[in-house]
């Protein structure tokens, strides 16, 4: 039996096997070169932010970008905006490069892919850094330059000098355009050193033309001439173009200027003219007290009067400022009521005697004058809640025009007899405690600067117009009224008494006084001359004291008081006596 016949591939179709074959072999070859050749690294033309990195691995690129834009990295930026520049440190505008992120970018890197392959052994792109941007950090930053771009406009102005109406021109403001700075600093960033961000123009809210428009149409026509102002059926008087000026301002309204009438400023512009017109003022509540131990403070009731209110009269005006025929306005009478009304007294509290104090001297003429004139003069006086009381403000100068007369007083360590008001310390003293037992806050007093053995040993006060002044502050929440009156004539000891009349707060003690560093006089001074006023020696020390306040019969705080009283060199008029042998 004959074996079977082998089939045969055709020749061409081996050659072609063979061929393909091969081809595989190639490629493989290639791509397993192409594999070693391309390696890990970059694709081969990448430039980053201007860095050639072709071929580099990733962390090589990273640390060239790294070394090559250390210097791009931190340079600062001139911004103009305007007339202004400003230096932008990239730190500060939250400005940084990402180095992983800008290499990742450039792609390559060891793959299997033959894309990957081929772009890595004959690709690569020109690429930007990739940069990270604190927002915030940056916003802060151009809004810092905005603060030095930004000018605010000025409107122009319009007002009276005197009554000449003179106009101030107005200037545009500039305002720095903060998104287009921001993204003018992103761009300038490791490109240049320099960018511009651009301003804008903001006009005032009243132009130059706008204030010369109101200048001719109403400042002007306001003062040309005065106004005829109607007062109810009452009467009228003539508003003057100085009131009109002094009391009339120009602001913004209406799309330009238009005129503000000042009320209050009005009303005290015109008051003497109302005054003429005939309107009934009204008269404030106030308290009335006798000089006698036995009177009481009463309440004196308030009266309204008839008024213009200040606005209506302010409103009435207005419109016919910019006429220049019929200047007339009318307003309506009001009442007015007082300031101080009958029932604001009474809820004052004046019902009681809170502080109250006596002294005693001798009985010259002048004492009595001065003592009992500055006692009526303050008799009646209301301090209300936080107010503050000045003696000197009450009496004012002492001059015989006033009627004081003369009197002994210190001057310059001496005894004066020829002082006008000599003799009113001993109201002054008096006062003083009567308010320091009424628990009233002492602002100021000062004692003398001899110890007279008549007053309080360190509690009393002197006054002097010009230098020395009794003050003390209402620092209760009543009211408080004075009254004083003397005793006695002429010849003989008088007496002042001092009382306060409020709501109790506190009961008052005065500790015992203590003295020490007791001074001897000097020598004893003989004077011959016409002039000569004798005087006996007198020792000086020093003293102290507290105030003592209770409430409830609890002690509730303590005020030390204290004073340094001179010595007194002794004055003898005559020739020192011989010495004897």
Same mark, same amino acid.
């Given at each position: ?12 179709? +081996? ?277 006698? =131990? ?103 100068? +002492? ?8 009197? !002994? ?44 053995? +008549? ?66 006089? !000097? ?7 016409? =002039? ?14 507290? +105030? ?34």
């Amino acid at each position: 039996m004959a074996a079977p016949k082998k089939n045969r591939m055709p020749a061409a179709a +081996r050659a072609g096997l063979i061929a393909v074959g091969g081809l595989v072999v190639l490629l493989g070859a290639a791509y397993a070169a192409g594999y070693a050749l391309a390696g890990d690294g970059l694709p081969k033309d990448s430039v980053i932010a201007g860095v050639p990195v072709g071929g580099l691995t990733s962390a090589d690129a990273e640390a060239k970008l790294r070394k090559e834009l250390a210097a791009k990295e931190k340079a600062a930026i001139t911004l103009s905006a305007g007339e202004t520049t400003a230096t932008v440190k990239p730190a500060d505008a939250g400005l940084s490069i990402d180095y992983p992120a800008s290499v990742a970018q450039a792609g390559g890197g060891r793959s299997a892919n033959p894309v990957t392959i081929i772009e890595t052994l004959f690709g690569g792109h020109d690429l930007p850094a990739v940069t990270v941007v604190d927002g915030s950090a940056l916003d802060k930053l151009v809004s810092q330059i905005a603060a030095k771009v930004d000018v605010d406009p000025a409107d122009a102005e319009l007002a009276y000098h005197g009554t000449t109406p003179k106009v101030t021109a107005g200037k545009n403001g500039v305002t720095l355009d903060q998104s287009a700075a921001r993204e003018a600093i992103k761009k300038a960033y490791l490109t240049s050193t320099s960018a511009t961000a651009p301003v804008q123009v903001v006009e005032p809210e009243v132009t130059t033309a706008e204030a010369e428009q109101a200048l001719g149409s109403l400042a002007k026509p306001a003062v040309a001439k005065p106004i005829t102002v109607k007062v109810g059926d009452v009467g009228s008087f003539s508003l003057k173009p100085e009131a009109i000026a002094g009391a009339v301002s120009f602001v913004p309204g209406d799309g330009g200027l238009v005129a503000k009438v000042d009320a209050k400023t009005l009303s005290g512009l015109v008051k003497a003219d109302l005054d003429k017109v005939g309107l009934k003022a009204p008269s404030n509540a106030r308290f009335s007290i006798g000089q006698k =131990k036995s009177d009481k403070p009463k309440v004196v009731p308030s009266k309204d009067g008839v008024g213009v209110d200040p606005q209506a009269l302010a409103d009435a005006i207005r419109p016919v400022l910019g006429e220049t025929t019929d200047r007339t306005a009318a307003v309506a009478t009001v009442v007015r009521p007082a300031d101080f009304t009958t029932a604001e007294a009474k809820a004052l509290g004046v019902k009681q005697v809170t502080g109250q104090f006596t002294t005693y001297f001798p009985g010259s003429a002048y004492r009595y004058n001065n003592i009992g004139k500055g006692a009526k003069m303050i008799t009646g006086y209301l301090l209300k809640p936080g107010e503050t009381f000045s003696l000197n403000k009450v009496l004012g100068e +002492r001059t015989p025009q006033a009627g004081w007369m003369a009197g !002994g007083g210190i001057a310059n360590g001496k005894i004066d007899p020829n002082i006008y008001g000599g003799g009113i310390s001993q109201l002054t003293t008096t006062t003083f405690n009567a308010i320091f037992f009424a628990g009233l806050e002492d602002v100021y007093h000062k004692p003398h600067s001899l110890y007279f053995s +008549r007053y309080p040993m360190g509690r009393e006060a002197t006054l002097d117009y010009r230098s020395v002044d009794l003050k003390f502050k209402n620092d209760s929440p009543y009211g408080v009224v004075l009254q004083a009156w003397t005793t006695g004539r002429t010849g003989s000891q008088g007496s002042v008494t001092v009382r306060v009349w409020s709501t109790k707060v506190y009961d008052i003690k005065a500790t015992k006084p203590t003295q020490s560093n007791w001074r001897a006089p !000097g020598k004893t001074v003989y004077d011959s001359s016409a =002039k000569c006023i004798p005087q006996s020696a007198m020792s000086g020390f020093d003293v102290r004291y507290n +105030r003592v306040f209770y409430k409830n019969g609890k002690k509730v705080k303590t005020e030390p008081f204290s004073w340094s009283y001179n010595a007194l060199t002794p004055v003898v008029c005559g020739k020192k006596p011989a010495d004897k042998d």
